[in-house]
């Protein structure tokens, strides 16, 4: 498979092993972050299991639910209804045709995402990933029993490397497969002698042995891309596969695009090396502990409350029965109650400072994972709430998070809308385009088709428009105020754009393009010179009837067409 440079699949085993140091200092980390927030995640080299000593050790679920609370409202708010719109490249805008032809493919991506595609239950993982380690990879491929197939990296097997200006360029993934699975993917005749071995033994257990690969996706320069002789080895994304026990490539690919799409919550120390992202879980991280702690203390003292110790008189002969309904007799005759035996140290106020100490933590834990932006009311009886109090507290909540989701469009939805865009195209999934659209490439049997440019109409789109827009907001209400003394003021103002931006979330089909609102408004217009003409007319002919030049009964009809 790479007769072409046989050195390559030990090379690319060696570049992972750089990748994998350079990753190290970030793992301890991830680990305590998975042992308080995602304890089903992040296992280091053994994969994690349910039942395991990690979730026993867990007192306090407020982190996990917080983290949870915010990959929700991430999807929610970024992945609605007509998220997304495919549009024109900039020099095509001004032609109907094109803009009718992604429209279409507008409502087929939205559509494929939505109902053949595992989409939703992918970002949602990756989400979890990003609040919680900062740093999760997405991957996209053509399917096989659907349209697109998504996956999401396990954090802890892949590395990633950045290009010159810090976006993620490189993405190695280690993963494991059976003899069976390797040439389901492979196929036989690319696989290494002790994969074929395990493939053709009786042996049970040798047939289930896992073997390590390392699927290797990075740029290719210049000088390996031949582009007149094409294919997949001269795509500008390599795609390599390789066992690495005997480095061997096992598959030699390309992709037109980046095919996983990494993206931080925030860069730990962006330009100066430290490429894996920070998150708020980082932040949470001590006060998570800390509740985890205090819950077990918690625990302690309300079984110590509820089994108190009991103070044994010296005198007082045999076993105390502190069973329900028991009946303990005691030496009386020093007095009522001198050796009975009594509970101590059940008392005290430990108890309601700890409660005091647990709420603090608990809150401070939901602020860092932004809790009250997407449960707002969860503690309110909506009383005495107007609607300009939850105006601004909505935008005090999201200009906190606002750089998270703006590294969104560039490193995740940018990158996989092209990606998905590409694979629709070559699957066949949208209708032909028209020929203006299509660049002819010398020597090529079938052109190119550039890609589109991405509109984005999410809740958080939303909210971030309106944001930036409260200023357009109050200059309406005065505008409306003005208007009750003189309506002519709205002629001061453009009312297309608000509109079409109100209207920017709803699916495509509700909003009328552009070329066909102009051609109503001009048939309108020409109708309406068309009545003011014929009012004329119809004028000229009742003043040139008073004088007798027409007969009146014409100009009665005139004037009956004007009306």
């Not at 919550?265 to 920070?278: A, K, M, Q, T």
């Not at 303990?328 to 430990?350: I, Q, V």
């Not at 939850?390 to 990158?415: C, D, T, W, Y």
């Not at 010179?529 to 003043?543: F, L, N, R, S, T």
């Amino acid at each position: 498979m790479s007769a072409e440079n046989p050195q390559l699949g030990g090379e690319l085993v060696q570049r992972w092993g750089k990748m994998c140091s350079d990753r190290a200092p970030w793992q301890t980390l991830w680990q305590q972050i998975a042992d308080y927030i995602m304890p089903r995640k992040f296992g280091g080299a053994a994969p994690t299991a349910p039942g395991t000593a990690r979730e026993a050790r867990l007192f306090d679920t407020t982190a996990i639910h917080a983290n949870t609370v915010l990959a929700n409202g991430q999807l929610s708010w970024a992945h609605g209804d007509g998220w997304f719109s495919l549009q024109p490249p900039a020099k095509f805008k001004n032609s109907p045709s094109a803009k009718k032809w992604f429209q279409e493919v507008t409502e087929i991506t939205r559509d494929l995402l939505a109902n053949s595609s595992n989409f939703q239950t992918a970002v949602h993982e990756f989400y979890l990933d990003r609040s919680a380690f900062g740093t999760a990879a997405l991957y996209v491929e053509a399917g096989k029993s659907r349209a697109l197939n998504f996956q999401v990296f396990p954090l802890g097997a892949f590395a990633i490397e950045e290009d010159e200006e810090g976006t993620v360029d490189t993405v190695f993934r280690e993963f494991k497969l059976t003899a069976r699975q390797a040439e389901s993917k492979f196929g036989r005749d690319n696989l290494p002698k002790k994969i074929l071995d395990a493939l053709d033994s009786k042996d049970a257990s040798r047939k289930q042995a896992q073997f390590t690969f390392i699927h290797c996706i990075y740029p290719r320069t210049p000088s390996e891309i031949d582009a007149k002789a094409g294919g997949p080895l001269n795509m500008p994304v390599a795609s390599v596969y390789v066992a690495t026990e005997d480095k061997t490539v096992v598959s030699h690919s390309g992709y037109l695009e980046m095919p996983a799409m990494v993206s931080r919550f925030l860069e730990w120390n962006s330009g100066l090396g430290g490429i894996y992202g920070w998150s708020p879980a980082w932040a949470a991280l001590p006060a998570a502990k800390q509740l985890n702690s205090l819950q077990m203390w918690m625990d302690a003292l309300a079984e110590k409350a509820a089994f108190p110790p009991i103070l044994k008189p010296a005198s007082h002969e045999g076993e105390i029965d502190l069973s329900a309904g028991a009946i303990n007799e005691y030496d009386d005759s020093n007095g009522l109650g001198a050796a009975m035996p009594k509970e101590f140290e059940s008392g005290g106020r430990g108890y309601d400072l700890g409660l005091q100490r647990i709420q603090e933590r608990q809150n401070e834990v939901n602020r860092h994972f932004f809790v009250d932006l997407f449960q707002m009311f969860r503690d309110s009886d909506g009383k005495n709430i107007t609607a300009t109090f939850v105006s601004a507290k909505m935008r005090e909540q999201i200009a906190q998070i606002s750089p998270s989701f703006s590294r969104l469009k560039n490193e995740l939805h940018g990158p996989l809308l092209n990606r998905v865009f590409s694979i629709c195209l070559q699957q066949g999934y949208y209708p032909e385009p028209p020929p203006e659209l299509v660049e002819r490439i010398e020597g090529a049997a079938l052109g190119n088709i550039p890609s589109p440019l991405i509109g984005y109409n999410s809740r958080f789109d939303l909210e971030l428009r309106a944001l930036n827009g409260s200023a357009l907001e109050q200059a309406m209400m005065q505008l409306q105020a003005f208007g009750a003394f003189d309506p002519s003021v709205t002629d001061n103002i453009r009312f297309d754009e608000p509109t079409r931006d109100a209207f920017a979330n709803l699916p495509v089909r509700y909003l009328r393009p552009i070329d066909e609102r102009d051609s109503i408004r001009k048939a309108k217009a020409e109708q309406a010179q068309q009545q003011a003409q014929m009012m004329q007319a119809a004028e000229a002919a009742k003043a040139a009837g008073s004088l007798g030049k027409l007969d009146p009964a014409n100009v009665e009809k005139l004037a009956a067409i004007a009306q």
